[in-house]
């Protein structure tokens, strides 16, 4: 025990023996009928023994505190000097910086992202990080290198062995520290790809309206697929498809991930929460009306891809006649599309979704959803490392403009393009 542990201890005995002499020299009276005593001396005999009472309890609580304080720099003191066999595994782990140089181009390179995002991030996710370890892990695992590790995953898309190696840690540990964040985003900070509110929807409407002549626009929903290989022998290859609303920034309003990917663009958003949301006027209710030639124009959505024309989402037409308005209108279609086909470049830019996926679905899912999560935040940060200004052909050929229009069509779509139409700018 050290010396302020000891300290404490005696003087919690000593207080404990005046308290003792206290009573025997002078015992205090417990019958009213057989000693009398004045006010003076009965305040007097409880303003005593309240005070010897408190010095007996704050001597108590110092010497549990000393105790306590020895016994958290005891156990502070052995996690933090592994034995040797864990220490020749471990290295230096400490802060990334001992891993990875904190310079511009490596944090681009490996993390997507800046240092001050890479910070910023730190200090938002760190209580969620930092509550648990993995199961029977020597680790204790600073914040930073919590982050790190599922970063560089979804970053670089780098193989498990790879994070081990370059952070000195079990491939066991990696998979645990890239499934936690993804876990801590896609659960708890969804709402940054959440759709938002008709009040939040007025100023993206207004900024397409400036792109483009065209009202009430609320964003652009398109679909793509990334392969996934899950080892399954049975079903070992195949694509998983995610659902996107985007609006002329390029960010992300709404993420629906885990279709198969081979159901037609329609046939998913079809079978979405989207859609039935919609449908049953939970989304893109806003009150306000706007008049186009006499047409109302509800709020609504452009689709980039083979949907369906809906009062609510338009499409282009069908082979228009040149220089006509529909053709003009077609033409403010395709440039829509280039923010919806910049935010699908630079999700792909994600060096996790730009090959095929050899995990679990579920870990797919959440990778999808994490980093379109990732990609909001960056673009509020105005933190462009990940941002790709190039489309990608890939996506670019696998989005083409085009419609499915029937005898199902209603009227009310129609008429709401057609005086769109005339809204457009050439």
């Known amino acids: 025990m050290n010396s302020r542990a000891l300290a404490a201890l005696l003087s919690s005995l000593l207080s404990q023996l005046l308290i003792l002499l206290s009573l025997v020299i002078i015992p205090p009276s417990n019958h009213p009928l057989t000693i009398t005593t004045t006010p003076y001396n009965h305040d007097f005999q409880e303003s005593r023994f309240s005070l010897l009472h408190h010095f007996l309890s704050t001597s108590d609580i110092a010497a549990t505190l000393a ?14 000097a592994p034995d040797d066999a864990a220490e020749s595994r471990l290295g230096r782990l400490g802060r990334v910086d001992s891993v990875i140089p904190r310079n511009p181009d490596s944090f681009k390179q490996f993390f997507r992202m800046n240092t001050s995002s890479f910070e910023w991030l730190c200090g938002l996710l760190e209580p969620l990080l930092d509550c648990r370890d993995p199961v029977n892990s020597p680790l204790d695992l600073s914040i930073e290198t919590r982050l790190g590790i599922g970063l560089f995953r979804l970053a670089a898309g780098a193989d498990y062995s790879d994070i081990s190696t370059r952070f000195r840690v079990s491939v066991s540990d990696s998979k645990f520290c890239v499934k936690q964040l993804c876990r801590v985003l896609c659960t708890n900070y969804r709402f940054w790809v959440g759709f938002p509110s008709h009040t939040e929807l007025d100023s993206v409407s207004t900024r397409f309206e400036t792109l483009t002549g ?42 629906i991930a885990g279709f198969r990917g081979n159901k037609s663009d329609m046939q998913i958003l079809e079978s979405s929460t989207l859609f039935r949301d919609v449908e049953k006027r939970a989304l893109l209710n806003s009150p306000r009306r706007v008049s186009v030639n006499d047409v109302d124009v509800p709020q ?76 909001n935040m960056l673009i509020m940060r105005e933190d462009y490392s990940a941002f790709c200004d190039e489309l990608d052909d890939q996506v670019s050929n696998n989005q083409k403009c085009s419609s499915l229009e029937g005898n199902s069509i209603e009227d009310k779509a129609l008429a709401i393009r057609k005086a769109l139409a005339t809204r457009a700018k050439s």
């Open 214 to 255: 065209l009202p009430n626009c609320c964003g652009i929903v398109h679909t793509i697929r990334f392969n996934i290989e899950t080892g399954d022998e049975f079903d070992s290859n195949y694509s998983i498809a995610a659902q996107f609303v985007v609006d002329s920034s390029s960010r992300i309003l709404s993420v």
């Open 300 to 375: 609504y959505l452009v689709g980039i891809g083979e949907y369906a024309l809906l009062p609510w989402l338009l499409v282009p037409f069908i082979d228009p006649e040149p220089g006509s308005i529909e053709e003009n209108f077609n033409n403010v279609c395709n440039l829509m599309r280039v923010s919806s086909l910049k935010a699908m470049a630079s999700l792909r830019n994600w060096g996790v979704l730009s090959r095929d996926m050899k995990m679990e679905y579920k870990i797919a899912v959440a990778c999808i959803g994490a980093c379109s999560i990732l990609h």
């Open 67 to 80: 105790v306590l304080s020895s016994s958290r720099k005891r156990k502070r003191a052995h996690r933090q």
